[in-house]
């Protein structure tokens, strides 16, 4: 069985995500350099899931991850979704991203950096 890359490796979290809880096992999220996502779930294993950008459902209102990185933490991202993208996979178009529907409650300066990296 091919081993997968690890994209974890050589980057460090840049943000923590707060989601809002509808009982999920996670509630935080940890975003590294590239866009990695990070957190307390399978399908964040290995860095296999990246932050493609958060916006509304509708697609109105939308972030990329760069814009993200670029803006103080001062702006507000409350209450938008968080586009995803398989993380070796080109960057899809925002409307042909997979939606995680738990929306932002807060975004913070990591606190714990690399506390999901086993």
Not at 13 to 30: L, N, S
Not at 56 to 72: H, Q
């Amino acid at each position: 069985m091919k081993q997968e890359k690890d994209y974890r490796i050589g980057q460090k979290v840049v943000a923590t995500i707060e989601i809002e809880d509808k009982g999920q096992d996670f509630t935080e999220i940890d975003v590294l350099q590239n866009g990695v996502i990070l957190g307390n779930n399978l399908m964040f294993l290995r860095g296999r899931i990246s932050l493609l950008g958060v916006g509304t459902l509708d697609g109105k209102k939308y972030f990329t991850f760069t814009d993200m990185k670029n803006s103080s933490y001062k702006q507000s991202f409350k209450g938008l979704l968080i586009y995803l993208k398989n993380t070796k996979e080109k960057d899809p178009l925002p409307w042909k991203a997979s939606i995680l529907n738990y929306r932002i409650i807060g975004m913070k300066k990591p606190t714990k950096p690399n506390r999901f990296i086993k």
